[in-house]
């Protein structure tokens, strides 16, 4: 660069209590020779106490071997980078990253001069963090395992439901819970008289054959009726040995009719807990084998006589039937349990369409074909079947119903019957596919976590943030607001499927859906936000209905609102939407708050804490790049070199006070004297570069003379009275010849 004109400047120096960062010199020991005013914050001592310090009288020895690592390198010639925790004298601890170049006289490493940022802050964020992150794989884990345990519940349930036989239940039982959770001694007793008989057995060495039911936890739950589950078995008076080294028990009672009737029993040995968890999965199969003890001694009882069955049939929870084969699939018998489970009365049915299977008028077409063919299948090999297939329900719902029969041969092996019983399963379902769903919720909202606490760009975030929220939620629109603090009003930052123009409205504390959940910091929605009296005006033109809004929390600090709508769904949000959303609204206000602190630090990196223009950092970086476009595209380019005229003479008379308040008015005027594109800064101490953009030496000239004049007239009111200065100012132009080609 070429300077046509003159600068003023011929020296200058940095001034450290101006530079708005902590700066501390060391020795070549690790002894404090220099410290500025912003020490005092950070090491929590004021300066003449810190000078002569060691810095290992503010750390752990662990702490200070890292300063000794990084003082070895600097010995080297190298600038470090690093971070160290450090403890003050009032016991606090701060976190601090640190920019050390080293000092030489000739080749004698004698010290090293450190730049000192306090990110204490940032680190409590990524600590909390972390700390949600890890809340939030709990949850993800433990709705995994309640699938894995919802499945195996179901395994063992598809097993016992088959089966009609008394004796092959209980070893059917005993068999599939042994294998499919991996208990180690499992036995079913059915009770006798005043005595407990074992039915069936696996892992046990020494058997009790019959045990009295006022003896042992088995006859403590025949007596009570009531499930018993023993994390140390030993521990219980009731308990009876028959292995030394079993640790727990549980014992479940299982009815026939609501009568009890025997007891399923569990123990764990060689120091394996049973947990809670294996209880209520336990408790759940004991209720099953006593639907299957009622159904497997109604159906032997069936088989006696023909009244019998229809009798007890006429008691199933379920659809008991008899379709007659050798008479085109017609209907012989249903019992009650068809009105009740699809609305329709037998005559209702349509004859045409009776098929295989009594309800063949009513399963869904998608469901048809397989049915028929598993029927045909079983009634060829003689062999029971199980279909699992929808319906639809007289009142227009879909049902979920499962199938179990069994063809019935005549003397002469001919298939003549098909005797069946079919059930309800469809709140079961609901179930399982609102746990799978869970599940996968809690995975998705994992998944964004990450995502969102990697995204550092506050803008993108916040986008990124309403929009998957929006999607999260299932609903149309969404925006996202945040607290300025100063003003105590939220400001609507970022929008999803909403009109460009509210982006930007503000709204006070209190006011409408958002302002309100601001104000109190609780979760609400509202079924229809247009006739809702309490909406906020700049949504008057907005068709709102259903409105969920959220706050921001970070340690039970408020720092904005988060919503979700539908344009046209009036239904309130379910308690699991409400929760999920709460749990993605947490990792976003930390995620948001994290954003703000990154762009905090980047502001801080190149802005002057005490005028608000660029630093010399940036100057050095963005002047770079003006040159370089200049040079490209052969554009004029020109710097203004301002000095305020005797500054050092001003503070020794008016005090430092008064001195940064000249520096703050000059660069005020500075600032409003130039346009958006031209470029002001701090140089160092009095000194600031401009630099003016598509601008010729003229041009700059009067640029020049304009805000001299305007710093010149302008005063400041201080306990001194009205105070003002002058300024000198270099105009200097690029010169596009010393670089061409």
């Known amino acids: 660069m070429s300077l046509n004109t003159p600068s003023p400047i011929s020296n200058y120096s940095l001034n450290p209590e101006t530079l708005g960062v902590c700066i501390v010199v060391v020795d070549a020991e ?4 220099y410290a500025n005013s912003s020490a005092e914050t950070i090491f929590g001592l004021p300066i003449n106490q810190l000078i002569r310090k060691r810095l290992n009288e503010f750390t752990t020895p662990a702490t200070f071997e890292l300063i000794k690592q990084q003082t070895q390198k600097r010995r080297s010639g190298n600038t470090n980078i690093y971070e160290i925790e450090i403890i003050r004298p009032d016991g606090e601890t701060r976190n601090l990253y640190i920019i050390a170049t080293p000092r030489f006289e000739g080749t004698q490493y004698i010290g090293a001069t450190g730049v000192l940022v306090d990110i204490t802050e940032q680190k409590c964020i990524e600590k909390s963090l972390r700390e949600n992150q890890e809340n939030l794989r709990t949850l993800y884990d433990t709705a995994q395992h309640h ?26 039982v005993v068999e ?70 079993v640790m727990s028990e549980i014992c479940v009672p299982f009815f026939d009719r609501g009568r009890i009737v025997g007891v399923f029993n569990v123990e764990s040995v060689k120091g394996v807990k049973l947990t809670e968890a294996d209880f209520n999965s336990i408790k759940l199969l004991g209720e099953q084998i006593s639907i299957a003890i009622t159904r497997a001694n109604l159906y032997e009882k069936l088989r006696e006589s023909e009244t019998s069955y229809r009798t007890l049939a006429n008691n199933l929870p379920g659809i008991v039937y008899r379709v ?113 769903r869970a599940a996968h919720q809690m995975e998705a909202l994992y998944t964004t976590s990450l995502v969102i606490n990697s995204n550092t760009n506050l803008s993108s975030l916040l986008s990124y943030v309403v929009k998957q929220a929006v999607l999260m939620s299932g609903t149309s629109t969404g925006c996202l607001y945040l607290i300025n603090p100063d003003q105590q009003i939220l400001e609507m930052v970022a929008s999803y499927n909403l009109p460009p123009s509210l982006t930007g409205i503000k709204l006070q504390l209190g006011e409408g859906l958002s302002g309100k959940v601001a104000q109190s910091g609780e979760t609400t929605f509202v079924t229809n936000y247009s006739d809702w009296e309490g909406h906020a005006i700049p949504f008057e033109q907005v068709t709102t209905r259903r409105v969920l809004a959220v706050p921001l929390k970070v340690k039970e600090h408020i720092i904005g609102v988060i919503n979700v709508a539908d344009k046209k769904n009036t239904n309130p949000f379910s308690m699991e939407e409400i929760r999920l959303l709460t749990l993605f609204a947490d990792q976003a206000a930390i995620a948001v708050e994290n954003a703000q602190l990154y762009a905090r630090l980047e502001h801080q990196a190149i802005v002057d804490e005490l005028t608000g223009l660029y630093n010399r950092r940036a100057l050095m970086e963005l002047g770079k790049r003006e040159v370089d476009r200049a040079r490209r595209f052969q554009r004029p380019l020109c710097a203004l070199f301002i000095d305020i005229d005797h500054f050092k003479q001003f503070n020794d008379q008016y005090g430092h006070t008064a001195g940064d308040w000249l520096l703050r008015s000059v660069a005020q005027n500075l600032r409003n004297g130039i346009r958006d594109i031209d470029l002001a800064s701090r140089f160092g101490g009095e000194e600031f570069i401009i630099l003016l953009t598509e601008t010729s030496i003229d041009a700059a000239s009067l640029v020049a003379e304009r805000l001299r004049k305007q710093v010149e007239t302008t005063k400041i009111s201080l306990p001194q009275g009205k105070l003002g200065a002058t300024v000198s100012i270099g105009v200097a132009q690029l010169d596009q010849k010393k670089f061409s080609a």
Request: overall charge negative; aromatic content about 8%.
């Open 30 to 33: 690790e002894q404090i020779i």
């Open 147 to 172: 699938v894995s345990e919802l499945s195996l519940v179901e395994r063992v349930h598809t097993q016992i439901s088959k089966e009609i036989e008394v004796s092959e239940l209980f070893r059917t």
């Open 176 to 245: 599939a819970v042994a294998e499919s959770f991996g208990y180690t001694q499992v036995s079913v007793y059915l009770l006798r008289d005043e005595c407990l008989v074992m039915q069936y057995q696996t892992g046990y060495e020494n058997i009790l054959t019959s045990i009295p039911i006022n003896k042992g936890i088995t006859g403590k739950v025949i007596r009570n009726g009531q499930a018993i589950y023993l994390e140390n078995a030993k521990s219980d008076p009731d308990f009876i040995e028959a292995t030394e080294d």
């Open 324 to 436: 007659h084969l050798e008479k085109d699939g017609a209907i012989e018998f249903f019992n009650n349990g068809l009105s009740e489970l699809t609305g329709f009365a037998p005559n209702e049915l349509n004859k045409d369409r009776m098929g295989l299977s009594p309800l063949d008028s009513l399963i869904v077409p998608q469901d048809c074909k397989k049915i028929r063919s598993a029927i045909q299948f079983a009634i060829a090999q003689d062999q029971p079947f199980e279909l699992e297939y929808r319906i639809r329900h007289k009142d227009g719902n879909l049902r979920h119903f499962v199938e179990r029969g069994r063809p019935i041969q005549s003397s002469q092996n001919n298939p003549l019957y098909i005797d069946g019983f079919i059930f309800d399963i469809t709140e079961h379902k609901q179930n399982e596919e609102r746990l799978t």
